[in-house]
């Protein structure tokens, strides 16, 4: 069973990031830009191709190509989850997909979903077997809301760290000494801020090592996927 998962990086700030051929055109004021913005309310809002009803697909062109592509491919820019946060694509249809260059209908596909009509929480958060491209594409079929508004778009490797066994308290910081005047009576001690923290231990992890996350002898140059 899933547990807590965590996406530690986030690929698409490494990206060019552009409308694809017949996916739509970018709103005035509100550039493609503002999806890779982790703030929630730099929304990026997009025309559907021929208006509402029409599709939205959305290029990211890594900086570098991986050195291998694929499932198999180069860890350094391996991508195994997406995100997006403050849409308005409730009850819609959209894939994700990868390629070696830029072409969206030859290109992998991670999954495809269609979302519930529930806009209380709308942050969407899938996790995928792990794939490595130059090339991502993600499309939203049959925009019916126009325009379609996304304020974060992100991916990269998601690591499922199992379900936490055992939460416990650490204990506020130490006080101050008391004190005490020259006749010995007590002085009151000052009290300092608590500062709370809180332990878990997990079980039963996907492997997490720092070669998954980094592999510093392939050479500079090799780095774009950790900007």
Same mark, same amino acid.
């Given at each position: 069973?899933?547990?807590?998962?965590?996406?530690?990086?986030?690929?698409?700030?490494?990206?060019?990031? *552009?409308?694809?051929?017949? !996916?739509? =055109? +970018?709103?005035?004021?509100?550039?493609?830009?503002?999806?890779?913005?982790? #703030? /929630?309310?730099?929304?990026?809002?997009?025309?559907?191709?021929?208006?509402?009803?029409?599709?939205?697909?959305?290029?990211?062109?890594?900086?570098?190509?991986?050195?291998?592509?694929?499932?198999?491919?180069d860890p350094d820019f391996s991508v195994s989850g997406l995100y997006?946060?403050?849409?308005?694509?409730?009850?819609? *249809?959209?894939?994700?997909? !990868?390629? =070696? +260059?830029?072409?969206?209908?030859?290109?992998?596909?991670?999954?495809?979903? #269609? /979302?519930?009509?529930?806009?209380?929480?709308?942050?969407?958060?899938?996790?995928?077997?792990?794939?490595?491209?130059?090339?991502?594409?993600?499309?939203i079929a049959g925009a019916t809301l126009s325009p379609t508004r996304l304020g974060c778009v992100a991916f990269g490797p998601a690591f499922d760290l199992g379900n936490y066994m055992r939460p416990g308290n650490l204990s506020p910081s130490p006080q101050s000494p008391r004190g005490s005047t020259m006749r010995g009576h007590d002085l009151p001690g000052r009290v300092e801020a608590a500062v709370n923290s809180r332990t878990y231990e997990f079980r039963n992890p996907t492997v997490l090592t720092a070669n998954v996350m980094t592999n510093r002898a392939k050479g500079a140059g090799n780095y774009v996927g950790y900007n």
């Open positions: 069973m899933p547990g807590f998962t965590i996406m530690p990086i986030n690929r698409a700030k490494c990206c060019t990031v *552009s409308m694809y051929s017949l !996916g739509g =055109t +970018a709103v005035a004021g509100y550039p493609l830009e503002n999806i890779v913005d982790p #703030t /929630l309310t730099h929304q990026g809002r997009i025309t559907p191709n021929g208006g509402a009803g029409g599709d939205v697909i959305i290029q990211f062109r890594m900086a570098a190509a991986p050195a291998a592509s694929g499932a198999a491919g997006i946060g403050n849409h308005n694509i409730d009850g819609l *249809s959209f894939e994700f997909r !990868g390629n =070696t +260059a830029a072409n969206y209908a030859g290109a992998t596909s991670m999954f495809a979903a #269609t /979302l519930d009509n529930y806009s209380g929480q709308a942050g969407i958060f899938k996790t995928f077997n792990p794939y490595s491209y130059e090339y991502w594409f993600l499309k």
